[in-house]
């Protein structure tokens, strides 16, 4: 056989059988989201796509819709089939939804900035720590706003928190409008001055983070 003809042949065959894989994938990861619903039968689904995440998963994502217990169809929600199993994105009043946001973001089905935040959640204490430490330079050690805010966005740039705003000019001012938010609080400045034994940072640090991430998936 001409090598030509032979190694068209063999091109055909390879994406013929990776063609046959990723339709296998998808058709399983339909299966595994139709079993979730009240009436699978009325299932449909759209924009359905596959991906690899940022750790080499493949991933499956898409928007389902199916009939309620009533009959009607409720619309189109979104959905990912990872290693973590199906997860369908209802209203955010649902006791699960936050969790469920958590595990579509860290799939990588909302997108690389979603997926990295959801893999790397001390970004979000790290944003609360260098806004703390702008407080207390204000606020404790007396530093200027200009000389204060200098020093945050440096910290800003080292814990490469560019994922939340990589304006670096609205990332500052974002910062300081924090700040001014603060000294407006006379107890609040008046907590942080007596905070001698670290209670009320530690607290901060606490609910900060925990706030940040919950309004960050809710708000996108």
């Known amino acids: 056989m001409n090598k030509l003809i032979y190694f068209i042949i063999l091109n055909i065959l390879l994406i013929g059988s990776v063609y046959a894989e990723k339709n296998k994938f998808l058709n399983m990861a339909q299966s595994k989201v139709k079993q979730e619903m009240k009436d699978p039968d009325s299932t449909k689904f759209q924009n359905l796509r596959e991906i690899k995440n940022s750790v080499g998963e493949s991933v499956v994502c898409g928007e389902v819709n199916a009939k309620n217990s009533y009959g009607g169809y409720v619309g189109y929600h979104l959905f990912s089939y990872s290693p973590d199993g199906v997860v369908i994105l209802n209203s955010p009043k649902d006791s699960d939804y936050y969790r469920n946001k958590f595990i579509y973001d860290k799939s990588g089905c909302a997108g690389e900035k979603e997926e990295f935040l959801a893999r790397n959640k001390d970004m979000f204490k790290n944003y609360c720590l260098v806004a703390y430490d702008l407080f207390t330079d204000v606020i404790v050690n007396n530093k200027t706003n200009l000389d204060a805010i200098t020093y945050a966005m440096s910290n800003y740039q080292k814990y490469n928190l560019s994922v939340f705003n990589n304006d670096l000019d609205k990332a500052k001012t974002d910062l300081l409008a924090n700040l001014e938010q603060v000294l407006q609080s006379k107890e609040t400045v008046k907590k942080i001055k ?12 606490f609910i900060c983070p925990i706030s940040m991430e919950k309004k960050y998936i809710f708000e996108k």
Not at 197 to 205: I, L, S, T, W
Request: cysteine-free; overall charge positive; aromatic content about 16%.
């Open 194 to 205: 007596k905070d001698k034994n670290g209670m009320f940072k530690a607290q901060y640090m």
